[in-house]
């Protein structure tokens, strides 16, 4: 499976961006794929994960702000992020495994990654 994310870049406080991820190798409608993300000098956190059929579950701090979505006819999955912060600067990485229940929290739980793309939120 590899994965490849794109779509980040630099917008202003209270803005939006939409990340994609692509896969292939594997259809995401049986991969549960989350994105995490990582600031400099940080640990790389959980965001948001979706698995099975759309469930989903999100970090609190982005509660009400992010969406996470899959295509399946694309394979493709995607983070809709409204109304970013500064503090959400930074590096996005989509992230699959193959459990059908995922283990959400914890880098070593995931069987793929892609390359991370840079999300930098002006003030």
């Known amino acids: 499976v590899q994965l490849q994310a794109f779509g980040g870049g630099l917008v202003q406080a209270g803005g939006s961006l939409t990340l994609s991820c692509a896969a292939s190798g594997h259809t995401v409608s049986t991969l549960s794929m989350s994105w995490f993300r990582q600031a400099p000098g940080k640990e790389r956190e959980f965001v948001a994960v979706?698995?099975?059929?759309?469930?989903?579950y999100y970090a609190d701090f982005v509660k009400g702000r992010f969406t996470i979505s899959r295509d399946n006819a694309k394979n493709t999955m995607a983070l809709q992020m409204n109304n970013l912060k500064p503090e959400d600067t930074a590096v996005y990485y989509c992230a699959a495994q193959l459990r059908p229940i995922p283990l959400i929290y914890g880098v070593q739980n995931y069987d793929y990654w892609g390359q991370g793309t840079q999300v930098t939120v002006s003030s």
């Open positions: 979706i698995y099975g059929r759309r469930d989903t």
